[in-house]
Structure formats: structure tokens, C-alpha cells
DNA sequence: TGTACATCAGTGAACGCGCGTTCACTGATGTAC
DNA sequence: TGTACATCAGTGAACGCGCGTTCACTGATGTAC
């Protein structure tokens, strides 16, 4: 009845995710091209459409994905507070700057969801909601819903910190902008 | 000796420079093409390259002219803490979101700005010194230098802002932002 | 003042290329008997 | 156990299209005399 490991599908396609992932936050949604995207996952550009009904419908569940990794990440720190910091210095880090494939999407791709259609806005909508709950719930963990703002704040911080750090052609100055951001943050929470 | 008013080529290179900054604010650097870009400026395809080497350079200049009218903006507020009081609601209102071609190149471009080459690099880096002395003057006006720091946080803080309420399909979450991001940025300025 | 000439910003067709997408096919696998 | 068949994930060539770029040309202008 099953040709192949009946998983065997659904582990390539989640390949096709994980590595268009990286692909795109590496070189952009419109710099990263469908045939570059499956050599990266190890096939050729005619088993793409098997998988996914467009590039469009790869980029929404690509940010799916994506979010959902990062909210995962979070049960990986240490409980409140503590584990917050411990965010922000890593989040503010050259490594992190210095690879984005491997890093938030958010940083990497933010202006460029913004412009696509309502599937991928969705999706990141979706992602991000849960994101600003795991934040709110580690500044205020009585009340999350009082820290929703702060929350807010210390994320949009946090993604507009890297894309200008990653925007500057002058290292040191770059370096500056980390520095003051973990700074920035750690003060903004209080 | 002159055949056209000797400003004429300056001038037309300043209207594609400037028509460009908009559809590249709108639809991104990746999705504007030379041929839109210079009919937007009432010319056709084959007159772009008497005025830029490639469409790389005339991204470098068009940055270098975006940051430039964002700073010479600075000029129309009123001094100091107050006019930096209208710019952050100004600049976190829907008419703002939801006009991005005529709005901020930091919020509509930054994370495409990094993935650029040096040249365009180099011209935004030029450009954010500027942007965030000219915060710095008026968060401190006595000792500018000591608010560098929060230059940045305040800036990178509309930037993210800006951009994940653009990055919203839920209509009534994305005005939240915009809302809960007045407040923020007001506060971390105290 | 009128005509021939030089200048040069801008035209528009064409270039090769990589894009997103389609499709006839392959070949490894499990099933049937 | 061995052979014929059905399945289907993946192949790779081809599609039209728009990209960035090039180039021979146009035509409006000011100059020369």
C-alpha cells in the first residue's frame, strides 16, 4: 500500500522548509530563486511543486515555520527575567549578526513580509502574537497582559537593533549599535 | 555652448532619484525595475545609464538622497524634546504605515539595505550618524554625546515598530502596535 | 533674419539570463499471485 | 521464491516573461555665419 516510509514526504518537505529558511533570510524573499532553494535541500527544481502550490505558499509556511522555531526557543531559556537578559545579550551578539540564515526572521526579513500578500502576513501575524505572549509572560509573569506594551517595545527593539547593525559598512560603529542596544533593552525592561 | 539650461540633466537625475526612493520604499529594492523606475520619472529604460553606472549605484544614491531629506526634516520640528515628541507620533501613525513610499527608507528598506554592497552600505551609514546626532542634539542638547545610547534605542525602536505593524494582516493588532509604540518611545526617551 | 551644423538627453528595440512554472518521463519501491 | 505490475517522489528540459544592460538612432536645441 505505502511505497515509501509513509513519513517520507512530509521529512523532505519540512527539509524544503528548514533550508529555504536559511536561504532566505541569508540573500531575501526575492533574492532566493526556486531552483536555488530545492539545491539547497538536495533535489531539483520539478519536485518543488509537488510540495508547494507556489513560491508564494513556500514563503507563508516558510515564516510559519520559521516563527514557530523561534517560539520553541524560548522554553530553552531560563525561567522569567533571567532567561530574558540571557535573550537580549544573545539576540545583540555579532554572531547573530554576523549569520542571519541561522538567526531571527524577523530581523532578517521584517520590511519584506510587510509587502507580501495576506497568506505570508497571516502567518506572521500568527507568530508573532505568540512571540509578544512569551515576552509579556517572562516581564510580568502575574499579569501578562500589562506587559503586552512593554513587549511590544522590547521586540521591535530588539529586531530594529540587528537590521541596523547589519546595515552599517563601518564595523565599529556597528559594534557601537550592539553594545548601546543590549544597554537600551536591559534599561527598557527595568 | 549649452543646449539645454545646464541644470536640465541635474534636474532629471534628481526627479528619478527621487521617484525611484519612492517605488523602492513601496515595492522594495528587488521589486522595482529599471523600466518601472524610469517611468515613474517619465522617461523610458534606455535613459538610465546616462545618468547611473548600474541600477546598484543608482540604489547607493538613492539612499544617500533618502536619508538626506529624512535629516533635513529634522529642521521643520519644533527644538528639542517637544519636536522629538511630534516625530515619534507622527512617525508611529497609520497615515505614516500605511503610506510607506513616502515614509521612512529605514522602516521600508533596512533589512534589504543590509544585504546590499558597500557603496549602499556606506551611503546609509553616512546618513544614520546624521540621523541619530541630530536625535541625540535634542535629547540632550547640553551633551549630545551622552545620548548617543538612546539615540539609537529610540530610533531602532520606531524603525522595528514601524515595520511589524506593516507586517500585520489583523488590522486592530497592527493599530495596537502603532499605540502601545507612542507610549513606549515616549517613555524610554523619559 | 535665415539656414546648416554640432550637441547630447532621451528613445526604443534588442541582448543574454535567470525567474517561476509545467510536464512527460524515470526508477526505486511495495504488492499481487 | 520469482516475476509482472502499480505507485509516486523526484528528474530535467522546456515554457514565456521580465530582468539589467547595450546601442544605433532621433530630434529638439543653441551656435555660426
Known amino acids: 500500500m505505502v511505497r515509501y516510509a509513509k513519513e517520507h514526504k512530509q521529512v523532505t518537505r519540512q527539509r524544503i522548509l528548514e533550508k529555504a529558511g536559511h536561504r532566505f533570510k541569508q540573500d531575501g524573499l526575492d533574492g532566493s530563486g526556486v531552483s536555488t532553494l530545492m539545491s539547497d535541500a538536495g533535489l531539483t527544481n520539478g519536485a518543488f511543486y509537488a510540495h508547494f502550490a507556489s513560491k508564494d ?60 500578500g495576506d497568506a505570508t502576513k497571516q502567518a506572521y501575524t500568527d507568530g508573532a502574537r505568540r512571540i509578544l505572549d512569551e515576552i509579556a509572560a517572562r516581564l510580568t509573569p502575574g499579569d501578562p497582559q500589562s506587559a503586552r506594551g512593554k513587549a511590544i517595545g522590547l521586540y521591535t527593539m530588539l529586531v530594529g537593533t540587528m537590521q541596523l547593525s547589519r546595515a552599517l559598512s563601518d564595523r565599529t560603529f556597528a559594534d557601537e549599535v550592539l553594545e548601546k542596544g543590549i544597554e537600551n533593552a536591559l534599561a527598557f525592561m527595568g
Chains 1, 2 share one sequence.
Do not use: F, K, M, W
Open 57 to 116: 505558499d513556500l514563503v507563508a509556511n516558510v515564516v510559519a515555520d520559521q516563527l514557530r522555531t523561534q517560539i520553541a526557543a524560548y522554553d530553552t531559556l531560563r525561567p522569567g527575567r533571567t532567561g530574558l537578559e540571557d535573550l537580549i545579550r544573545e539576540y545583540l551578539s555579532p554572531g547573530h549578526r554576523d549569520n542571519p540564515g541561522a538567526g531571527c526572521p524577523s530581523a532578517a526579513l521584517l520590511d519584506e513580509i510587510g509587502r507580501c
